[in-house]
C-alpha cells in the first residue's frame, strides 16, 4: 500500500518534473533563470513591481513553448533558419517585416521562422500596454516578449541545422540550451548590467541574431572536436519512450563539451537576461513611464524591499544558487525527492 502510493507519487511527480526540464528553448530550466535575473537589471521605477510579480513572470517564461502544442502557428515564432535565406543571410534579410515578406513572401517566413520580427511585434504591444496601464497585459507580453528575445539568444535558433542533424550530431540543441545550463548554473557568473535604454529595438534584434548565429560554427566544431576523446558508448545513453529509442549525450560527455566550450553557454544567457531586462525597460520609457507603483494591488512591504535587497546582494555576489534564491531550483529539489524515493525502494 505505502509502496504503491509511493510509485503513483514518483509518477507522478515524474511526469511533472519532465514536462518541466524538457522544453523547445534554453529549456524550461534556463527561461526561468534568465527570467529572474532579467528582474534584478531593472531601475528602480520598475523593479518592484516586478520583484513582485516575479513568480508569475518566471513561471509563464516558458507559455510560447507550451502554445506550441496547441496552436500550429507558434512555432516558427521561436527561430529563424538563417541559412535558408541564401549567401550572407544576415546581410540581406531586410530587418522590417513588411521588407523581408515583400521579398521572400510571407510563407517562406512563416517555413523559415520569425523571430526577429515576433520580438518586435511583441515590444509594440508591451509598450501600449505600459501606456494603458493595464497590470495584466502588462505581465502577459513581458513574459511572451522575454521568451523569444532569450530564444534569438540561443545560436542553434538561427540555423536550419537547429539540432545538429545535419552535420550527425543529432541532439546538440537540448545539450546546448538544457542539459549545460542544468549541470553547470552553479558555475556561471550571472551577474549582468543594468538595464539600458534602445534607441534603436529593432538594430538590436538583429544584433543579437547576429551574435547567435556567428557561434554556431564553433559549437558544432567544438563537438566534433571532443567527440574524438569518446567512443559511441562512452557519448551516448540511450533510453526508451513511447517505443522508440531515444539518443541522449552523457554527463561525461556534457562535462567535456562544456569544458571546451569556455563561458559560451554562460555568456548567452547573462546577454539575454541583459537584454530581456533592456527591452522592458525600453517599452516602459516608450509606454510614457508609468507609476507601476499604483498598479500593485496592495503597497510593498518592508519584508519585500528586504528580500529584494537580499538577492541582489546575492545575484552581485554569485551566491544566487547556493542561497538557495532561484525560483526554478524548487522543482530541481523536488527532482532531488524523486531520485532519493527510487533509490531508497529500488
Ligand atoms: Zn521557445
Known amino acids: 500500500m505505502f509502496y504503491s502510493r509511493i510509485v503513483k507519487v514518483t ?29 534584478y537589471g531593472l531601475p528602480k521605477s520598475m523593479q518592484p513591481f516586478f520583484h513582485r510579480n516575479m513568480a508569475h513572470l518566471v513561471e509563464t517564461s516558458v507559455r510560447p513553448d507550451e502554445r ?17 535565406f541564401g549567401e550572407n543571410p544576415l546581410e540581406h534579410v531586410p530587418h522590417s517585416y513588411n521588407a523581408a515578406a515583400t521579398k521572400y513572401n510571407a510563407d517562406t517566413l512563416q517555413k523559415y521562422g520569425v523571430v526577429p520580427w515576433q520580438v518586435i511585434k511583441i515590444k509594440d504591444r508591451l509598450t501600449q500596454a505600459f501606456y494603458r496601464k493595464d497590470k495584466d497585459s502588462i505581465l502577459f507580453y513581458s513574459a511572451d516578449l522575454a521568451h523569444y528575445l ?43 548590467e543594468k538595464a539600458q535604454y534602445l534607441k534603436n529595438p529593432e538594430e538590436e534584434i538583429w544584433n543579437v541574431i547576429r551574435a547567435s548565429h556567428q557561434l554556431v560554427p564553433q559549437l558544432l ?12 558508448a562512452t557519448k551516448y545513453t540511450t533510453s526508451e519512450r513511447n517505443g522508440r529509442t531515444r539518443k541522449n549525450y552523457t554527463d561525461a560527455f556534457a562535462t567535456a563539451y562544456n569544458q571546451a566550450l569556455g563561458t559560451m553557454v554562460q555568456d548567452r544567457m547573462r546577454a539575454s537576461a541583459e537584454k530581456t531586462a533592456a527591452f522592458w525597460y525600453t517599452c516602459w520609457v516608450d509606454g510614457g ?19 529584494l535587497k537580499q538577492e541582489l546582494k546575492s545575484w552581485k555576489k554569485g551566491t544566487l544558487q547556493e542561497k538557495d534564491l532561484l525560483l526554478t531550483k524548487i522543482k530541481l529539489s523536488l527532482m532531488n525527492v524523486v531520485k532519493w524515493i527510487n533509490e531508497s525502494y529500488a
Not at 19 to 38: E, M
Not at 68 to 84: G, K, M, S
Open 150 to 192: 532569450q530564444d534569438a539568444h540561443v545560436p542553434l535558433h538561427t540555423s536550419l541545422n537547429h539540432d545538429g542533424q545535419l552535420t550527425g550530431q543529432t541532439g546538440l540543441h537540448s545539450l546546448w540550451e538544457s542539459k549545460l545550463p542544468e549541470q553547470n548554473l552553479a558555475h556561471y557568473n550571472l551577474r549582468h
Open 68 to 84: 506550441r502544442n496547441t496552436d500550429p502557428q507558434e512555432a516558427p515564432r521561436h527561430f529563424i533558419d538563417l541559412e535558408a
Open 11 to 39: 509518477l507522478i511527480l515524474g511526469i511533472i518534473l519532465n514536462s518541466s526540464v524538457s522544453g523547445y528553448s534554453w529549456g524550461f530550466f534556463g527561461h526561468k533563470v534568465i527570467q529572474q535575473l532579467a528582474i
Open 289 to 307: 513611464k508609468p507609476e507601476l507603483s499604483e498598479l500593485l494591488s496592495t503597497p510593498r512591504t518592508k519584508e519585500e524591499t528586504k528580500q
Open 221 to 232: 566544431a567544438v563537438e566534433k572536436q571532443v567527440s574524438q576523446n569518446f567512443t559511441e
